[in-house]
């Protein structure tokens, strides 16, 4: 099956996940993704298994004396948009002008450059109403797609894993490294192709808790505390300059992600994230003393909850061997390999923390997490050889 088939098999399935939620994986709906992909795997590899958490591990056994390679992809998608119903548009030799979805919304190439990067390449888009489901449905569809050709190839042992809930920062929370023995593996859970990342955000989620008083507000003179108007003096007393509107590169940034509430109680919910450690710990400590200041200037009103999520896999990376043979192999496929700084995360840089090498591959789809999200096939095809070269591993 081609890539781009199994690419719109896999939209199709609603996978998004919930951070509120306390099940594994978060929502049931990854379950149908997951049991379809399962029995996927049978025909393709000598042993799978899915777990009781929804990830599915499968087996490709050595046929060659090589190191043993992971691969990895995530089911879910990101909980910021839908990704159900998705009606993917097929778009053939993409001329490089703005392109006009369904809904009448634009993807502008000066405005989102990367277009340019694409130009005669087949595209699929949305109809602008959901996400495409790219992060990470590409990396399956690519990973599978290579295993079928890697099959009739001398390779050595490949294990194989599509994981639930990666967009919640819980990847790798149940993830079993007994059932995955390799000696590194590669996340595909990127966007370009010429892309070996190995290093990522410092990320932790920090709950704000604000309480009001309450009253009628023809009574309120002295009385009334509004939660939601103390929010809005939090979120001032951020940085502004610091958020994802206003960074890029290496520069870290506080991300609302979400905000609710009403004159009794709100809450709010920030990610925050540093590629350098001393940086994020700065960050951290700048949240907990703008709770401290209000909590000084109001009352006993705020309260936070911060926890790390996962941290970057540039301070575990101790063995480059992976980045070197992923850089080969694109060389191989007439690509000049660059190294670029992750603004986020993936399941590998928590495997990474926990011992096993895991740096970053490209899909070939961007502008995640939104209705512009868009897909190359032509890219995609290219990242299935770029995993065959990998495997094959010539002149590592």
Known sequence: MSVANRFLRYISYDTQSNEESTTIPSTAKQWELSNQLYKECLSLFDHVEQGNDGIVYATL????????????AHMDTATEISGARVEPQMIRDYDGQSITLKNGLVIDPDIYPVLKTCIHDDLIVTDGNTLLGGDDKAGIAIILTAIEQIRSLPHGKICVAFTVDEEIGRGTDTFDLQKFPVDYAYTIDGDRIDNVEYENFNAAQATITIKGTAIHPGEGKDKLVNASLLAMDFAHCIPHNQTPAHTQGREGFFHLLKLEGDVAKAKMVYIIRDHDATKFARKKALMNNVVDA????????????????YHNMAEFMTDKTPVYRAKKAMARCGLEA?????????????LSEKGLA??????????????????????MAQMVEILVQIIKGEGI
């Open 61 to 72: 056994n050595a046929t060659k004396a090589d190191d043993s390679i992971g691969l990895l």
């Open 294 to 309: 209000l909590n000084d200037k109001y009352g006993q009103r705020f309260s936070i909850e911060m926890h790390d999520q």
């Open 338 to 350: 660059v190294s670029i700084p992750i603004r986020g995360g993936t399941d590998g840089a928590m």
């Open 358 to 379: 895991c740096p970053n591959l490209g899909t070939g789809t961007f502008l995640h997490h939104g209705p512009r999200e868009f897909a190359s096939l032509s890219k």
